[in-house]
């Protein structure tokens, strides 16, 4: 029975069983049955391209509303870099994080800051000895759960410290104890202010066995509309931020590798690129390089499915928020030559063998040479009209009995040709 509990969810009554989706989900988790798409959860990893290309939107991701947790004491919201490039004209982070407290929010983290320090201690275990390179960036949700499925062997690249958002809820939380010591732990509220499906899925199932500290993920759109009045006020805002040019950087592709502050690193964004790059590393086909920053959406962060904005426009409003700050406001004593326990984590994606056919190998051997007679058959356009992505995955199915009364299209297409064609010569 699947425990992982995801974010994407389909709307039945909106879906027209159209395979959109079907054949732009990058693990093959969807099909068409019924005359609807089914997502099947052990594939899924939540990366929000069937949202993104659904044309009827009845892909959705699901978290939680501001106002239905209003009864924590003391609210504390942890806001995405990625926030920051959707207001257009912003000059100063600053009237963004006063708004955050206008709408009710007590206090504010930003993650750009826990970035900043990631990136110091990641900066620290690369110099590290025994390492396994290149070093592969565990800030996207996306791309260590695609490594739980289908790359088992990079599973020791993955960089093992947790990302700025658990950082962030971490220090926010011990922050609003040192201040507040009357209130308990069920007093505090940390709310991550997400711009994608797939931190949503990382915080209601952790990292490994390891439980996420953040307490409620809200929509960065849903935030976005409710910043848009507060803002207009004309006040100064106080001048909070606690960020600099790096930890902003985080939101867009290459924001993270430009903060390890070398040349020795790649990095990729969009999901089929990401597995690109994945492929190149587990067969050895890659240069030596130390780091490997992958985004699953197009243009990092900015392009997550949970954003308001176009990722290129974003970006580009990022690069003019920037222009005003210091590089940096967390920078890392050069003496310091060793990393936190509190910042590493032991626990790693498990291997989920999504392709395995059987549990014993006779019979995984037996089902893949009926597959591939089976394949034969078949026309080999992958035009997706039986419900699966590929012909392949519709062998499969068969071979699975997950096939239900699918069929292929074209082939009985070209059967009730040769029925007529009889006839007619009868």
Known sequence: MNSYKHSVVLDVDKCTGCTTCVRHCPTEAIRIIGGHAE??????????????????????AMCSKFEHYLHYKWKIALPAPALFGQFDGLDDVDSVLQGLRDIGFDDVYEVAK??????GYTRVFLK?????KPVISSACPVISRLISLRFPYLKDNILPLLPPMEIAALEAKKRAKQQHPEFSDEDIGVFFISPCAAKVSYIRNGYGDYKSNVDVVVSLSDIYFLLLGAMKKNVTPQVTSEAGMIG?????????SSAILNDSYLFADGIENCIQVLDSIENGNIPQIEFVELNACIGGCVGGVMTIENPFIAK????????YMPVSKNFLSSDINFVPDSFITDSLPNYVPISRLSDSLAESMRMMAKIQDLRKTLPGIDCGACGAPTCRAFAEDIVRGLSNDRKCVVLEHEKNEECEADKNDG
Not at 114 to 119: N, P, Q, T
Not at 128 to 132: C, D, P, T
Not at 316 to 323: A, E, G, I, K, P
């Open 316 to 323: 580009t409003r990022l690069q003019t928020v920037r222009r």
């Open 39 to 60: 997502i099947n959860t052990d594939r899924c990893i939540d990366c929000g391209e069937c949202i993104r290309v659904c044309p009827h939107k009845a892909k959705k």
């Open 114 to 119: 826990a970035a900043e320090i990631v990136s």
């Open 128 to 132: 590290s000895e025994g390492i396994k």
């Open 248 to 256: 902003i950087g985080w939101a867009s592709s290459g924001g993270e």
